[in-house]
């Protein structure tokens, strides 16, 4: 089944320590991305990948690191989480242009405490 | 500067009836735009799009409308059914910056019995 696999579904943790969101494709899509969801400001673009080993900066990337190094693979990197980065992440991928959709993740509820 | 606004964080309707969810953005370089649905605890799903040289697209239930002079896109639901309340999200996206994706706060549907 083609699909986009996040993990863990939630995670709470404490500020500063360190976490990894994983987000693995099957469908051999070019391009991944990172959202976080949060009420009132709907889905804002964390980071992106066009493919292996080119990313770039979406809208909110403070805080943030990603790497692409296999192309079925786009992990989201929290080095020192802190409080305001408790959100609803989201990752996605597609084939490559933009006129074809975004495949997303069931999510990560992640808690900063 | 919010590019993609949704004005209607909620909108009810009856079933059978028509559902109309408008989405208003800034940027003129726009060339793609999407529709996606979200139902709670799970990742959105692609429901319709429209690219910039068109200002109709049809699929089934679901027409898309783009008024490019007025900046503005709506979806309309026709007819509407219970299954179909979820959280609508409008996305935007231009050949340009081909690696981002610009969404709007989105709009929770209650489709009523």
């Known amino acids: 089944e083609a699909q986009v696999t996040q993990n863990p579904r939630y995670l709470i943790t404490v500020t500063g320590k360190k976490l990894t969101v994983t987000c693995s494709q099957n469908?051999?899509?070019?391009?991944m991305s990172w959202y976080r969801q949060d009420p009132g400001l709907g889905l804002r673009q964390i980071y992106y990948?066009?493919?292996?080993?080119?990313?770039d900066k979406g809208d909110v990337p403070e805080g943030y690191k990603v790497s692409r190094k296999e192309k079925r693979n786009f992990p989201l990197i929290l080095e020192s989480p802190s409080p305001n980065q408790t959100s609803l992440y989201f990752c996605a991928s597609r084939p490559g242009q933009i006129n074809e959709k975004l495949f997303f993740g069931s999510g990560t509820q992640l808690s900063v405490l | 500067d919010q590019q993609v606004k949704q004005n209607s964080p909620s909108l009810s309707v009856q079933e059978g009836r028509i559902s109309i969810l408008n989405c208003d953005y800034t940027n003129s370089m726009f060339d793609y735009f999407l529709w996606y649905k979200k139902y709670p605890a799970e990742g959105p799903t692609f429901l319709i799009s429209?690219?910039?040289?068109?200002d109709k697209n049809e699929d089934g239930r679901f027409t898309v409308f783009l008024n490019k002079s007025a900046k503005h896109l709506s979806l309309h639901i026709v007819p509407s059914q219970p299954g179909d309340s979820a959280v609508y999200f409008c996305a935007a996206s231009s050949y340009t910056n081909a690696g981002k994706s610009t969404f709007g706060d989105g709009t929770t549907l209650t489709v009523k019995p």
């Open positions: 469908m051999n899509h070019e391009y």
């Open positions: 429209i690219s910039s040289i068109k």
């Open positions: 990948s066009m493919n292996v080993e080119v990313t």
